[in-house]
C-alpha cells in the first residue's frame, strides 16, 4: 500500500519549540500509513507543493498579520492556502481533496485570508491551559465529539480572532466550532477557537499538540519556571502544573484533536488503510 503524503509547514522561524516535538510524535503514530516533510517555511520562504494529501501548518511567534503577505514567506505561505483552496473546489470526488490542519498562529493566518473573522493583539496574553467550548456543529464534529463540555487546552497567543462575520462563514460553507470559555464578570468578547471550513480544513486557535507530559518536563526547569513566575506570577505556574496533571485535561484533547483530524484524512483518502488503523 502506498503511503500518504503529509507536508508540515513550521511557522517557528527556527526557535526551538515543544510545538514541533508534538506535531512530530503525533504523526508518528501514523507512520504505517503516512510519510511526513517539514517545510521551515519563516526561514526558507519555501512552501510545499500540491503533491501532497494532508498539510499540518504550526504556531509560531510574532503578529499573524505583520506585513499583510508583504513579507516572502507570508506571501508564499498565502499563495499556498489559495492554490489548495482552489484545488479543493475542482475536485468533484471527496477522496481527491486536500485536507489542511492549522494551529493557533496559522488559524489566525487563515481566519484573515478568508476574511472570517476579525484578527487583533489581545489586551493580555493568554498564557496556561484554558477550557473551551465546542460551539454549533462543533459537538458532534470529529474533532470534539469524544471531548466534555468544555474541554481543556493549552492556548499560548498574544492575538485572537473575534466578531466572526456569519455571512462569511455562510458564502464559504464554514462554521464556527468552538469558542472561548464564557466569562460574564469579564467584558471582553469571546474569541473564536476553532473553524471548520469544509470536511478536509479545520483549524483550532489553541495547541492540541501539547502533551502533559513534555510540558511538565519543560515547565518544571528552573529556568523556565522562573521565567512564568516573573512574568505571570507563582500562582499561575501551580495552575499549570496542576492542570498538566490532571488526567481528564489537556491529555484528552492532545489524544483527540489531531488524530481525529489524521484518521478522518485517512479514512477518505485511503479507505484500504483504515482496517489497519484498527488493527
Not at 69 to 90: F, P, R
Amino acid at each position: 500500500m502506498n503511503k500518504l503524503k503529509l507536508a508540515v509547514l513550521d511557522l517557528y522561524n527556527g526557535i526551538p519549540n515543544q510545538g514541533m516535538r508534538c506535531i512530530r510524535e503525533l504523526i508518528d503514530r501514523f507512520a504505517d500509513t503516512i510519510d511526513y516533510t517539514v517545510y521551515d517555511v519563516r526561514t526558507t520562504g519555501t512552501v510545499p507543493s500540491l503533491d501532497y494529501d494532508i498539510y499540518l501548518s504550526s504556531g509560531g511567534p510574532g503578529d499573524p498579520l505583520s506585513g499583510e503577505g508583504i513579507e516572502n514567506w507570508e506571501a508564499n505561505w498565502h499563495g499556498w492556502l489559495a492554490k489548495v483552496h482552489a484545488y479543493n473546489k475542482e475536485q468533484r470526488d471527496g477522496s481527491s481533496k486536500k485536507h489542511v490542519f492549522f494551529i493557533c498562529h496559522s488559524f489566525q493566518m487563515a481566519v484573515h485570508h478568508f476574511g472570517i473573522a476579525e484578527v487583533k493583539a489581545r489586551k493580555a496574553i493568554s498564557f496556561g491551559t484554558f477550557p473551551m467550548h465546542p460551539h454549533g456543529g462543533g459537538k458532534e464534529d470529529v474533532l470534539f465529539n469524544s471531548l466534555s463540555d468544555p474541554f481543556w487546552a493549552a492556548d499560548f497567543r498574544r492575538y485572537q480572532a473575534v466578531q466572526p462575520d456569519q455571512a462569511r462563514l455562510d458564502e464559504l460553507g464554514a462554521e464556527v466550532i468552538a469558542i472561548e470559555k464564557d466569562r460574564p464578570h469579564v467584558d471582553l468578547e469571546r474569541a473564536v477557537m476553532a473553524v471548520r471550513w469544509s470536511p478536509e480544513i479545520v483549524g483550532v486557535q489553541f495547541h492540541p499538540e501539547a502533551d502533559p507530559d513534555g510540558m511538565m518536563v519543560h515547565f518544571s526547569r528552573p529556568d523556565i519556571k522562573q521565567e512564568v513566575i516573573a512574568d505571570h506570577g507563582r500562582q499561575k505556574w501551580l495552575q499549570i502544573m496542576e492542570d498538566l496533571s490532571h488526567p481528564e485535561r489537556i491529555a484528552q484533547t492532545h489524544d483527540q484533536v489531531i488524530p481525529g483530524f489524521l484518521r478522518r484524512a485517512i479514512t477518505t483518502l485511503s479507505p484500504k488503510a483504515v482496517k489497519q488503523l484498527e488493527e
